[in-house]
């Protein structure tokens, strides 16, 4: 579909085709959501042996009683595993309960509201407060950001990572900045695997930042691989020993979407200096984490091959969803100009782009013929993504039919909008 040579007449021709397909799938009632990045029935029924799997036996190797109070930086076992998958000494570990956001909540308010190395560390001290946000990056860490009140920076996504000189230009000029969010493996929404060298430089912005400043490394999607030879993401941890930044990078993980979405353990990894500012502050909201749930998923893991295994079903559940999404992408779209978007490789989202000024009457028209989708504008700080463009699809939770016909009316409501914004 060439818009750009139509004349008017095949413009209004067309919009009328177009038009009338629309009217079709709209009569068929469908109620397709997209909207979140979720496990699939099917990913969480992978997970059920852990219902049972202690049988009575609630003691962690090193003695401990799960079931007791007590043991604030979690069991042995379930720090390994956090070990493993933030590729990190287990000294460097914390492991606590569900969900990584909770505990990337609890950091940013500790740094926010009483410092990680003292009362004089406590961002709020600061006449402005502010962090940079990659964009199109994750809503829920802009949430974060606007309830505490802090100034967020947009700073360009591009396919090696966030774009470095402006963010090394940004921490040069702006003594307000405090901190800067990343999805470092298969980027929300973008899929992009930071590079090398995109890794090295944000090690080093420790060296130029304040010496408060501190990069909240999400690594959600560390094992969530599609393919059989995964792009790999450097190790950030040994990035920062060599530029002797240890203190400027918090780590975070869990296994919200490799087992139990609602019941999984979320690991935190820091320097020593990091945990203990975070532990003072932790140990007086909880006296310790649900240790028989970590129990519960080191016994479920034992076998060192065990998660690995694992983590390839939920690929063969994922993988033919996305490949349903990028086939109706590059059929409809790959030789015109009405949209592009990113092949990912691993992760939960494909990203989106409309022309410019339509993704808001995309998301509606798609909408209104029964497919839910991200609000336009939601990959974007306050809501407001400046070209109206990005629209984030996340695939997992509907079936692969139910995925197609999501995305025929998806591509049609792209032509429809896009035809109608030329007319």
């Given at each position: 579909m ?12 067309l919009?009328q ?17 997209l ?38 930086e ?5 720090r ?9 000494p ?27 190395t003292?009362?004089?560390s ?9 962090v ?16 505490l ?34 999805v ?18 944000i090690?080093?912005?420790g ?10 490394w ?22 920062c ?33 990091n ?10 909201q ?14 479920f ?15 063969q559940?994922?993988?033919?969803r ?7 992408l590059?059929?409809?779209f ?70 197609d ?19």
């Open positions: 060439d818009l750009n040579n139509a004349t008017s007449e095949q413009l209004i021709q919009e085709s177009l038009s009338e397909q629309y009217q079709q799938l709209q009569a068929l009632k469908l109620n397709l959501d909207t979140r990045g979720k496990p699939s029935a099917e990913q969480l029924s992978l997970s059920n042996a852990l219902d049972g799997i202690l049988n009575g036996d609630y003691i962690s190797k090193d003695g401990t009683d799960t079931r007791n109070y007590g043991g604030l979690g069991i042995i076992e379930s390994e595993m956090g070990a493993t998958v933030l590729d990190m287990i000294e460097n570990i914390l492991a606590q309960g569900s969900s990584s956001l909770t505990l990337m909540y609890q950091l940013m308010s500790t740094a926010y509201f009483f410092g990680l003292g009362k004089q406590a961002w709020h001290l600061a006449q402005e407060v502010s940079i946000c990659p964009v199109p990056g994750y809503d829920r860490h802009f949430s974060i950001c606007e309830q009140g802090i100034k967020m920076i947009n700073v360009p996504m591009t396919s090696n990572g966030p774009d470095m000189d402006v963010v090394e230009s940004l921490i040069k000029q702006d003594s307000s900045i405090r901190g800067m969010w990343c470092p493996k298969y980027s929300n929404p973008t899929g992009v695997v930071y590079s090398d060298q995109t890794v090295e430089r090690a080093k912005l060296q130029i930042a304040h010496k408060d400043f501190r990069v909240f999400d690594n959600a999607y560390a094992i969530h691989d599609l393919s059989d030879n995964p792009v790999s993401l450097s190790s950030i941890f040994s990035a020993d060599q530029a002797n930044t240890q203190d400027s990078v918090l780590q975070f993980a869990s296994t919200s979407k490799v087992t139990l979405a609602g019941a999984g353990v979320a690991f935190l990894g820091a320097s020593e200096t945990l203990k500012g975070f532990k003072a502050v932790l140990g007086v909880t006296i310790g984490p649900d240790k028989t749930n970590q129990l519960r998923h080191a016994r893991f034992e076998k060192p091959e065990s998660l690995k295994a694992h983590m390839k079903k939920h690929a559940i994922i993988k033919p996305f490949d349903s999404v990028l086939a109706h590059e059929k409809e790959s030789n015109t100009d009405l949209g592009k978007w990113e092949s990912a490789d691993g992760g939960y989202f494909i990203s989106f782009d409309t022309q410019k000024g339509l993704a808001k009457k995309v998301v509606q028209l798609a909408a209104d013929a029964g497919v839910k989708l991200t609000p336009a504008g939601a990959t974007f700080p306050y809501g407001n993504d400046p070209e109206d463009s990005n629209i984030r699809i996340a695939p997992t939770v509907p079936t692969v039919k139910e995925v016909q999501a995305m025929q009316i998806f591509t049609l409501c792209v032509k429809l909008a896009s035809v109608q914004q030329r007319l």
